[in-house]
């Protein structure tokens, strides 16, 4: 065996492929980069007169402006827009907007449900005829649930279309090809079939779990 597979036998024997039993350290992952190595700070590190076993305690931390910490005995501050995430009972909740969303199915290719908020424009005769024009555009605002698409290689997040299904699939050529040469109505059917094919093909590895 040469030196740099010893290496990286070394290096396996210390991760662990994610599957439906893995659960992550609890804590808040303040990077994406913490996220992948299931790093985050411990609730025991948050400045609060909550207690990390309350009910309520992730309701009240991230119900504020900030969260202050210890890092290395160091007191420090991040904005909640800035949190990635954290990791309650060993389950993977990410930050959208200031609002946190469980991750439902995780993979090299995650996928996740979140409440965003949509615009919308309504355009259209003026039944009135006040608009000079004849023509009116009202604009409104609602929150809705949407599907989203997280890499894990490098944790851009996509919307759920079958387009960005093929943008992810790139990274494995042969996949690719072959969902690209599908027609559109196949592509759009067998987009889930393909992000599974893909996760099989390319494991999740974490390190190993504190015990």
Known sequence: MGLSSFINAQTDSLKVP??????????FFWSFEQVKQN??????????????????????????RFISYYDNGKKQSIKIKDVWGYARNGVLYININNHFFRLTSIGSITFFVARVEVEYVNSGLDPWGYNPVGRYNE?????????????????????Y????????????????????ALKRRKRK??????????NKKHPLYFPKRDK
């Open 18 to 27: 994610y599957s439906l039993d893995f659960r992550f350290n609890d804590g």
């Open 39 to 64: 790093n985050p700070t411990p609730f025991n590190c948050i400045i609060t007169n909550a207690r990390p076993n309350d009910v309520d305690f992730i309701d009240k931390i991230i119900n504020q």
């Open 139 to 159: 604009r409104y605002k609602t929150n809705e649930l949407k599907q989203f698409l997280l890499n894990f290689s490098d944790g851009m997040i996509y919307p």
């Open 161 to 180: 279309h079958y387009k960005n299904v093929a943008i992810l699939l790139s990274q494995d050529n042969v996949l690719f090809q072959e969902y690209t």
């Open 189 to 198: 059917q067998l987009a889930v079939a393909f992000i599974k094919r893909y």
